[in-house]
């Protein structure tokens, strides 16, 4: 359902849609009949022309992909000659304090002009070889709006925009968020920057929706594990559109310096996810080369010896630009606010754009990501019954030689091919390596306040080697049917994660000075006194494949029914080899399941209330496989799948043109079979591999709750990202109905505004923002540690503690240098708010949030 948005024939006119039967075609551009007047002293605009100049009115018509920065205007015409190797004439002084805002996506040069101009005076004139300039004439102004088609699709690309909104995402194999009958937020590239995020961590915490979770083995140095939103877990990552992290248990934490910016969906996304949790779904988009060369660089310095450097440049690598280029290098060295944890983080990335022929191009890609941290592992305990220890914020229970290497490598490579009668296919293939080296020790355990006792010291050691592959191959375009036009997609999917790990034991001294959590010292513990294997999972993974497809039928000019549905196999295989203390082989063997059938249905309606606002509905479906878990009777077969659905209720609103988008929508998840102890059979280990038996299937989770976004700009130089959301969960099959997920808040709200001063201070820009979250709680039984024994096997102890609500201000300051460089100034946590992010068990799990901190950046363009 593409919108028409014409441009402006006159400065008084503004843009709009019109309701007309062609609203669904490619975008319409507006063009005018234009009348010379009198005579003007034109000057050239510098810069190079690296083709012949082509007759005006036939480049005109000629289509290019952009890429522009928001620049000023004499640059953007003299950027837009360049592309298309023709003269453009204009007067310096017509030009002068004007500027022209960021051009993206297949642009006719006669659509290109149009909008770098709209909302001046002035107009483009083809005049034999060259392009006139010149101010609007009489004529032009009273003559009526006149429709001409022209390409000028959306794009996905947030850069240069400097917006905090974006109307086109990649996920679901690139669609309009408008016409997607699901909550879809866009962290822009402009948004992150602006409040200094330089993680997918840091920016899921800024996510409209999304609670980030910083309990278990996963989290070292401090970094999410994982993200929730309306209580599941959102599992599935994907790049550009494509699927690449659907079943991994490794955290997934790529950096950010080589992604444009981040979408998330919110419910379930089974379509395109496969196997997974009905929290949703995670797509990076990549930096993409640029028409245009670029040269970007920043460099920024801040709270515990933070230091970050990034380069990052983009640009024609030929004459005539069908081969583009980018490449990204960046450094980050960073200490951590408790002691003695750090971080050293290196980037390379590269990618090449080559236009193979009109209709054709290939993508190639590749990168580097390598981590070298000291990390801390278990965050803070507490008392047994759950009383906070109220330790330092600098407290950090952990070995100060523990250490984490990892070195992730990605290759990738994607095809586009336009087909006739307005198809296209797309292929994309992506391979990434991660090996990881870790030796770590922490403490661990309910502690008794009155003596800082009752922790232990866990020794973990690891090596981590993953593969994974994965191949997506679709088709989509129009088709004619009952003389209406409607959309189709049709693709398959492939993915395959195969991994090996060593997992050893550490044995720690367990003298009392060294596991007293009062007045500890990270840099005193002594190494390990001895480690040994434990265990080798050589070649395990899963594989996954499947078949997708959508179409999007126009019932009428206002209503659209978008059905689909994805048929996809599941396979799982674990070899194992566990050993003894002596390191024999105590035991060997291999685990193997498999599902195949699995059909994940979808539908939606979207009605256009008008030209600005559409309402729609929506119902989705999850599968998860948790054949691990074996059901009665023993000695146990795998339990049935988690079924999940999500029910959607919404309203979008696209105003100001596209530079204001708002949402909101209620939604109900309900999600049936999870795993849950079988009490007519004992708790029975099977085999070595850590299966026990056995389980039932359990009754029904139900989330249900409101979603609300504004993000964009509300007035010439203030842009807002603001989103809350209300969230009720609760575990049906529990007689009491407990809360499926403590630690999802009820009430959830994330803003952040910026505003650039108006006059003779327009070269400062102050931004704002909170984070509110409600009460978040967590309850269990501590099992306390036993000397006599060395396990925790002492009498059970309940406990129960919440981190009560609270709200964390940030501000920044950003001061623009001149055209090239701007400084900016980043405070967070501007009062100083002690709160956990996380709260976990009385042994574990629980994290502060981190104190003030401030961050200054310098940037240049180029």
């Known amino acids: 359902m593409s919108r028409d948005l014409p441009l402006p024939c006159s400065p008084s006119r503004r843009s709009a849609a019109p309701a007309t039967a062609q609203r669904r075609q490619p975008v319409i551009a507006l063009a005018c009949s234009l009348a010379c007047a009198g005579s003007l002293a034109l000057l050239a605009l510098p810069g190079p022309v690296h083709a012949q100049p082509a007759a005006a009115q036939t480049a005109m018509a000629a289509t290019q992909s952009l890429n522009m920065r928001a620049q000023p205007l004499g640059q953007a015409l003299n950027a837009l000659a360049r592309t298309w190797g023709v003269a453009i004439s204009v007067d310096a ?32 004139m083809p005049a034999g070889a060259a392009i006139t ?41 690139g669609q309009d968020v408008r016409e997607t009958p699901q909550s879809i937020t866009v962290m822009t590239h402009q948004l992150i920057e602006d409040q200094a995020l330089s993680t997918v961590g840091e920016v899921m915490q800024q996510a409209t929706g999304v609670t980030v979770d910083y309990v278990g083995a996963g989290g070292l140095g401090g970094q999410a594990t994982r993200f929730l939103s309306r209580g599941f877990e959102i599992g599935n990552v994907q790049i550009d559109g494509a699927s690449v992290d659907a079943f991994s248990q490794q955290l997934f934490d790529p950096n950010l310096a ?72 960046a450094h980050t060295d960073k200490d951590f606010f408790y002691r003695s944890a750090d971080s050293k983080n290196s980037l390379l990335y590269g990618i090449v754009e080559a236009d193979l022929s009109r209709d054709s191009k290939v993508t190639l890609g590749a990168s580097y990501d390598k981590l070298s941290a ?32 990892k070195s992730a490598k990605e290759l990738f490579a994607q095809l586009d091919q336009q087909l006739a009668g307005g198809w296209k296919a797309k292929a994309q293939l992506n391979y990434q390596k991660v090996d990881s080296d870790s030796r770590l020790a922490s403490l661990s355990g309910a502690v008794d306040p009155a003596t800082g006792l009752g922790a232990s010291w866990t020794g973990f050691s690891n090596d981590f080697r993953s593969d994974k592959k994965s191949v997506d191959l679709n088709i989509s375009g129009p088709f004619s049917l009952l003389g209406r036009s409607h959309q189709l997609l049709l693709g398959a999917d492939w993915a395959k994660i195969r991994d090996d790990q060593d997992t050893y034991y550490s044995e720690m001294e367990t003298d009392e000075s060294l596991t007293n959590v009062y007045g500890f010292d990270p840099d005193k513990i002594p190494h390990a006194v001895s480690e040994h294997k434990t265990r080798s999972y050589p070649g395990y993974g899963a594989t996954q494949k499947g078949l997708y497809g959508r179409v999007n039928l126009s019932l009428t000019d206002k209503l659209t029914a978008i059905v689909g549905g994805r048929y996809a196999s599941y396979s799982n295989v674990t070899p194992y080899f566990n050993y003894n203390a002596d390191g024999s082989l105590r035991s060997s063997g291999k685990s193997y399941y498999q599902e195949s ?13 008008d030209n600005r606002w559409t309402a729609y509905g929506s119902v989705s479906e ?111 099959s529990d007689a009491e109905q407990l809360v499926y997920s403590t630690i999802t808040p ?74 090239h460089w701007s400084a900016t100034l980043n405070l967070n946590n501007l009062f100083d708010k002690t709160y956990y992010k996380t709260v976990g068990s009385s042994g574990s799990g629980n994290w502060y949030g981190e104190p003030r901190s401030v961050k200054l950046t310098l940037r240049g363009s180029f």
């Open 258 to 329: 080589m992604y444009d910016s981040v979408q998330i969906v919110r419910g379930a996304n089974g379509l395109f996810s496969g196997n997974g949790e009905p929290g949703g779904a995670i797509n990076l988009v990549r930096k993409r080369p640029t028409a245009q060369r670029q040269i970007q660089a920043s460099a920024s310095l801040g709270s515990w010896n933070r230091k970050q450097l990034e380069l990052d440049v983009a640009g024609p690598l030929n004459s005539d630009g069908s081969v583009r280029g980018r490449a990204v290098l």
């Open 746 to 819: 009820k009430h959830l709200l994330k803003l952040w505004s910026s505003y650039q001063l108006p006059g003779e201070f327009s070269r400062w820009t102050v931004g704002n923002g909170v984070t509110v979250q409600s009460t978040t709680y967590a309850s269990g039984t501590a099992y306390p540690y036993n000397p006599a024994t060395g396990k925790f096997d002492s009498e059970g102890v309940p406990y129960k503690f919440t981190q009560a609500g609270y709200a964390v201000w940030n501000a920044s300051l950003q001061y623009r240098i001149d055209r």
């Open 374 to 405: 000291t990390p801390w592992r278990e965050g803070i305990p507490r008392a047994p019954n759950g009383d906070d220890l109220h330790l330092p914020r600098n407290t950090a229970l952990m070995a100060g030689w523990s250490h984490y290497d």
């Open 133 to 173: 300039v010149q101010r609007r004439s009489i004529a032009s102004h009273t003559l009526q709006e006149v429709l001409v088609t022209a390409q000028a699709e959306r794009t996905e690309a947030t850069e240069g925009s400097g917006s905090y909104t974006s109307g086109r995402v990649s996920l679901g194999k």
């Open 93 to 124: 002084a017509l030009v002068q304090g004007r500027q022209a805002p960021a051009l993206q996506g297949s642009l006719s040069l006669q659509a290109a002009l149009a909008q770098v101009l709209a909302g001046s005076d002035l107009e483009a």
């Open 622 to 732: 999850i599968h998860k496989s948790q054949a691990s878990s074996l059901q009665g009777p023993l000695p146990g077969t795998p339990l049935d799948p988690i079924k999940g659905r999500n029910f959607e209720l919404g309203v979008k609103g696209e105003l100001a043109g596209g530079k204001l988008n708002t949402a909101f929508a209620l939604y109900r998840i309900e999600r049936t079979g999870e795993a849950a102890r079988d009490p007519r059979y004992p708790d029975t280990d099977v085999g070595d591999l850590g299966l026990s038996c056995c389980y039932i299937a359990q009754g029904k989770i139900v989330s249900q709750g409101v979603d609300m976004e504004i993000s964009g700009q509300l007035a010439r130089g203030w842009q807002l990202f603001a989103g809350y959301t209300y969230n009720h969960n609760r575990n049906k």
């Open 597 to 609: 059938g699995i059909l994940t249905p979808y539908a939606g309606l979207v009605y256009d209330l």
